[in-house]
């Protein structure tokens, strides 16, 4: 586990879960609005925030977060709780 996040590292990491190119993307993507977005994703982006980074992703957390910097900044605030 690396000792920070940063945003270009989770904008690949939700290309992934999105299985698009990374290019289409970035830190003030909207994933939800990402046409690859279904409820797949939505565990997928759950399990790869545990699993990666060790936070657990609270469902009104998540909720609340609407872009890729806005996830990556609630991973760093979680990790630095």
């Known amino acids: 586990m ?13 290309a992934e879960v999105l299985e698009c190119p990374k290019e289409e993307l970035n830190e003030n993507s909207k994933f939800r609005e990402h046409s690859a977005w279904d409820s797949l994703a939505h565990l997928s982006t759950v399990s790869l925030v545990d699993e990666t980074f060790d936070v657990v992703l609270r469902a009104e ?21």
């Open 61 to 81: 957390d998540f909720k609340a977060i609407q872009t890729i910097a806005e996830l990556a900044d609630y991973v760093r605030n979680a990790r630095h709780s």
């Open 2 to 14: 690396a000792n920070e996040i940063s945003n270009d590292e989770l904008v690949a990491l939700m």
